[in-house]
């Protein structure tokens, strides 16, 4: 008998679930699908920012993004689609990335200018004007009393621009009178306090303006917590030979409680109620030096970072001093060894040239990189020395 005879067909196996394939998801597609949704992501955070930042509170949120992200996130996602095999998905993807490249290219907060040899400042001239501004965190109360002296003598500026001249207890800003210390450290110099702002100056001060919520606040009989809140913008004039230069102290309010858990209500309160303060600060700022003719510096703590809306003002209406520095990424605050951030900016206006610009190491007392100047006004025929 032959057994291939009485042998009964049987039907061909069709695979168990375990071994179907479903052929429209593959490694070869799946990877451009998850590059697409990181982009689109990324695209969510970073475009509506152009149109809202500054302009609608909840997006100081999303402005916290280290301002770097809007240059690294592009370029490594870009760097991902040369693996993509498909041609037509890997160009698709490309030139969205690139559009994302572009659109966020103002706002990392690179200084361009230092990547482009020989395009340093002028030389300072021998009456070049040295400037120090700078956060001090409490000023005195959280170090050893008289290292913050040690720190600003070694500096040996014209011009110290000060912020945080206060203390911190029980969660609450207060009150500090360290003046007598101050002017015994820096005999020579002029001291001018307004609220938590400190400048001092080598040169004669002529006038002390009040600017914008600070207007009401120059009797001494208003309680310091009020001065303190209003004034966030300390201008001085002050007489240099042959010119008269506006300094402008600044330490806008910082626009969230970190103390605050951001599953709470008042975490998101306090952003929308402090919204309002700082475009009042802003805006009162960007007026006063629109309105001033002479020659002026504005320098300090914004607490705001390149990506955001908030510095659009200033920045169309004066220059930034980095573009003096050799640091192709000014980065001046951020918790650890290593800022990502920059809150610290000078600008100037008027002819008034900078011809050096660093951001230097706080020595361990205070959070914040402080900004060290060299400027000087440009030489004008006939300039007047007052106004």
Partial sequence: MNPAVNQVARPAESPGPERAVNPAVTPRTAFPRVLASAAAGWALLALPGLFLSGAWWPWLLPDLVPPLAFLAVPLALLALCAVVRDRVRRRRL??????????????AGVNWGALVP?????????????????????????????????????????????????????????????????????????????????????????????????????????????????????????????????FYNVHVPVQLDVERSPLSGDFYRVVRDTDPVRKEHYAALLADVRANPRPLLVS????TTPAMGDLDGLRGALADAATASDEVLPVSWGPGP??????DWTFTGGALRVHRYALTDPGGLSDHRGQELLVSPAPTAGRAGGR
């Fill in 94 to 107: 490309a030139g969205a990335l690139a559009v994302l490249l572009l659109a966020g290219a103002g706002r």
């Fill in 338 to 343: 290593l800022p990502l951030w920059r809150l």
């Fill in 118 to 246: 020989g395009g340093g400042p002028a030389p300072a001239p021998a009456t070049a004007l040295r400037v120090f501004s700078w956060n001090t965190l409490y000023w005195d109360t959280t170090d050893d009393p008289s290292a913050i002296h040690r720190f600003l003598r070694a500096k040996d500026a014209d011009v110290y621009l000060l912020q945080e001249y206060l203390a911190r207890e029980d969660g609450k800003h207060t009150e500090i009178d360290r003046s007598a210390a101050l002017r015994a450290a820096f005999p020579g110099y002029e001291v001018v306090v307004r609220g938590e702002l400190v400048t001092l100056s080598r040169f004669p001060v002529v006038a002390t303006p009040a600017v914008g919520p600070g207007q009401a606040t120059d009797d001494r009989s208003v309680p310091w917590r009020e001065r303190f809140e209003r004034n966030k913008v300390l201008r001085t004039d002050i007489a240099l030979p042959g010119s008269v230069v506006s």
């Fill in 300 to 303: 300090g703590d914004f607490n």
